[in-house]
């Protein structure tokens, strides 16, 4: 389609506009634990699964034994998922959380790859960093990156680099925001 695309000349990579959004996740602010939470909550959720026995023995379907159990093995999952990623983040000291108490440093066990980023409305809220590159010439899009960074900085060279992967070349201009401000110490 790619191709189709610049053979016809609806992709020309002259001129690409590079910026990026969040997105709110599906996750509900309930849902955002902090290690020690998280630790408590997957411990019950693994005296809850071996205690349940086998969900055979109740009095319901097959298929209503199997969603259950794979209900209960996906909690499972998530809680572990989001004990990993609250410690790496606990670890990484990134920008984003190098001012932050270590009783701030949490995840969503619902969404673990989540994070709690700023909207352009100031409000704060479980999101995702979301990139998106268009050929200004007709404004399509090609290239799309979902991802954690807080700050857009990181996207624009794997940006250009999934151009030049997809199409062959890379922009001949990019186009990106300022980004927010700095202190650069002069």
């Given at each position: 389609?790619?191709?189709?695309?610049?053979?016809?000349?609806?992709?020309?990579?002259?001129?690409?506009?590079?910026?990026?959004?969040?997105i709110?996740?599906?996750?509900?602010?309930?849902?955002?634990?902090?290690?020690?939470?998280?630790?408590?909550?997957?411990?019950?959720?693994?005296?809850?699964?071996?205690?349940?026995?086998?969900?055979?023995?109740?009095?319901?379907?097959?298929?209503?034994?199997?969603a259950?159990?794979?209900?209960r093995?996906?909690?499972?999952?998530?809680?572990?998922?989001?004990?990993?990623?609250?410690?790496?983040?606990s670890?990484?000291?990134?920008?984003?959380?190098?001012?932050?108490?270590?009783?701030?440093?949490?995840?969503?066990?619902t969404?673990?790859?989540?994070?709690?980023?700023?909207?352009?409305?100031?409000?704060?809220?479980?999101?995702?960093?979301?990139?998106?590159?268009?050929?200004?010439?007709?404004?399509i899009?090609?290239?799309?990156?979902?991802?954690?960074?807080?700050?857009?900085?990181?996207?624009?060279?794997?940006?250009v680099?999934?151009?030049?992967?997809?199409l062959?070349?890379?922009?001949?201009?990019?186009?990106?925001?300022?980004?927010?401000?700095?202190?650069?110490?002069?």
């Amino acid at each position: 389609m790619r191709r189709i695309l610049s053979a016809e000349g609806l992709i020309t990579l002259q001129t690409v506009m590079h910026d990026g959004t969040k997105i709110t996740a599906q996750a509900g602010p309930g849902s955002f634990k902090q290690e020690e939470q998280i630790s408590k909550h997957l411990t019950a959720a693994r005296e809850h699964v071996t205690a349940m026995g086998d969900p055979r023995s109740e009095n319901q379907t097959p298929r209503q034994a199997a969603a259950r159990e794979r209900a209960r093995r996906e909690r499972v999952e998530r809680l572990e998922q989001a004990l990993v990623n609250v410690q790496q983040i606990s670890v990484a000291k990134r920008p984003g959380y190098a001012r932050a108490s270590t009783r701030q440093i949490g995840v969503s066990t619902t969404d673990p790859q989540a994070r709690i980023r700023r909207h352009r409305d100031g409000h704060y809220g479980l999101s995702y960093n979301v990139q998106i590159s268009t050929d200004a010439a007709h404004g399509i899009a090609i290239g799309l990156h979902v991802g954690q960074a807080a700050s857009d900085d990181e996207y624009l060279v794997p940006a250009v680099a999934q151009i030049e992967e997809r199409l062959g070349r890379t922009p001949e201009l990019m186009v990106v925001d300022a980004g927010p401000p700095r202190d650069h110490g002069g």
